[in-house]
T-cell receptor, first 113, second 115 residues
Framework: AQSVTQLGSHVSVSEGALVLLRCNYS??????LFWYVQYPNQGLQLLLK??????LVKGINGFEAEFKKSETSFHLTKPSAHMSDAAEYFC???????????FGAGTRLTVKP | GAVVSQHPSWVICKSGTSVKIECRSL??????MFWYRQFPKQSLMLMAT?????????EQGVEKDKFLINHASLTLSTLTVTSAHPEDSSFYIC???????????FGSGTRLTVV
């Protein structure tokens, strides 16, 4: 069974500050890992994904994440937060057979002016 | 890029009636589609996995007779909420995986309100 745990249901940063959203995974097989963003009443938009190639993954909107097997982590970062980054962020995991995807509880990011 | 169209985006129905939600892959063939449910301020919970031409696989605790899933073609899966009750009110999201398993694409979601 696979699962992800997102530490911190709510993160608040100032505009221009570093964004760090934490995700730890549990998987008995090599995982694929994903970060999605969701705006109110909308679907999910893929930010980036790790599929066993490079451990540092660059995504859209300046986000990136690093796969660390030793720490079973896949934390999402962005050097400088924008107001438009305020949203709900979900970490997700699937196996490398691309079977069903499991989501973390989500982290709401608030960006203060 | 891959696009999944989900309709309707929102629906209000009376208690006891049934509601059908469609999920279409517009520019690719999807052998597998997934249906999720999301309560306010909560994460997405997988309800079922549907494979084209076969019966859906439901997650534990999801009533298959209440949430009917049909995946009759490689581009269309439907979720029918039968005899809807207010507790079925939620945000339902589908996702589709293409033939080559190259990734998942999500629909824009359907907000169901049962009154």
């Amino acid at each position: 069974a696979q699962s992800v745990t997102q530490l911190g249901s709510h993160v608040s940063v100032s505009e221009g500050a570093l964004v760090l959203l934490r995700c730890n995974y549990s998987s008995s097989v090599p995982p694929y890992l994903f970060w999605y963003v969701q705006y109110p009443n909308q679907g999910l938009q893929l930010l980036l994904k790790y599929t066993s190639a490079a451990t540092l993954v660059k995504g859209i909107n300046g986000f990136e994440a690093e796969f660390k097997k030793s720490e079973t982590s896949f934390h999402l970062t962005k050097p400088s937060a924008h107001m438009s980054d305020a949203a709900e962020y979900f970490c997700a995991v699937s196996d490398q057979g691309n079977n069903d995807m499991r989501f973390g509880a989500g982290t709401r990011l608030t960006v203060k002016p | 890029g891959a696009v999944v169209s989900q309709h309707p985006s929102w629906v209000i129905c009376k208690s006891g009636t049934s509601v059908k939600i469609e999920c279409r892959s517009l520019d690719f063939q999807a052998t597998t589609m997934f249906w999720y449910r999301q309560f306010p301020k909560q994460s997405l919970m997988l309800m079922a996995t549907s494979n084209e031409g076969s019966k859906a696989t439901y997650e534990q605790g999801v009533e298959k007779d209440k949430f009917l899933i049909n995946h009759a073609s490689l581009t269309l899966s439907t979720l029918t909420v039968t005899s809807a009750h207010p507790e079925d009110s939620s945000f339902y999201i589908c996702s589709a995986r293409d033939l080559y398993g190259a990734g998942y694409t999500f629909g824009s979601g359907t907000r169901l309100t049962v009154v």
